[in-house]
């Protein structure tokens, strides 16, 4: 596609609901990443994809968050029993390789925990 | 850990005006420093990118260099405009597998 594309755009579930995030990189790019932004707060690193390769899961806050990445393309960012402080808006990037290449971010997803 | 900072946090000025963006890093082995703007509910959006073995990146009224060295870089905004509003981060990756972002600095350009 164009551009990285994530869906939904805008999400709001009750606090112990489970919620599923999608991203759809550019295609042809191997690498792929998932950030969060809170309210005021700066970017926060969530997990990283590269190829066929095990992920970077590093980031990840707490055992509710897993995500996987199908074939290599799609992406999903899983979050079990949400609670209040997940809300944020989280951003989905993708690029040709690690390290040394241009990457390219989504229009993010914003969740919100009522 | 790579720790990037980008002062000032807030920038006002008047339609018309050049500005300069600072951000600066930690950890000199990166493998390139990349601008992006972020509008209010938005996500980011690429300006420049910078390799390690540059020193400057032009795109239009945007200028960013690189001073690896130091630690350093800038982004030369020319002739600022309205529409330059928004809030501006610059990033690197090094040897690990994520981006570091800086803080940001929101500007804000006045007609």
């Known amino acids: 596609g164009a551009g990285v594309s994530q869906s939904p755009s805008n999400k709001v579930t009750e606090k112990g609901k489970d919620v599923e995030l999608r991203c759809d990189p550019i295609s042809g790019h191997t690498a792929l990443y998932w950030y969060r932004q809170s309210l005021g707060q700066g970017l926060e690193f969530l997990i990283y994809f590269q190829g066929n390769s095990a992920p970077d899961k590093s980031g990840l806050p707490s055992d509710r968050f897993s995500a996987e990445r199908t074939g290599g393309s799609v992406s999903t960012l899983t979050i079990q029993r949400t609670q209040q402080e997940d809300s944020a808006v989280y951003l989905c990037?993708?690029?040709?390789?690690?390290?040394?290449?241009?990457?390219?971010f989504g229009q993010g997803t914003r969740l919100t925990v009522v | 850990k790579q720790e990037v900072t980008q002062i000032p946090a807030a920038l006002s000025v008047p339609e018309g005006e050049n500005l300069v963006l600072n951000c600066s890093f930690t950890?000199?082995?990166?493998?390139?420093l990349q601008w992006f703007r972020q509008d209010p509910g938005k996500g980011l959006t690429s300006l420049l990118l910078i390799q390690s073995s540059q020193r400057e990146q032009t795109s239009g009224r945007l200028n960013a260099s690189l001073d690896k060295s130091s630690g350093r870089s800038t982004l030369y905004i020319a002739a600022s405009q309205p529409g330059d509003s928004a809030t501006y981060l610059c990033?690197?990756?090094?040897?690990?597998?994520?981006?570091?972002f800086g803080t940001g600095t929101s500007l804000t350009v006045i007609p």
């Open positions: 990033a690197v990756p090094n040897t690990g597998n994520q981006f570091y």
């Open positions: 990037a993708s690029s040709l390789a690690r390290g040394n290449t241009e990457a390219f």
């Open positions: 950890d000199s082995a990166i493998y390139n």
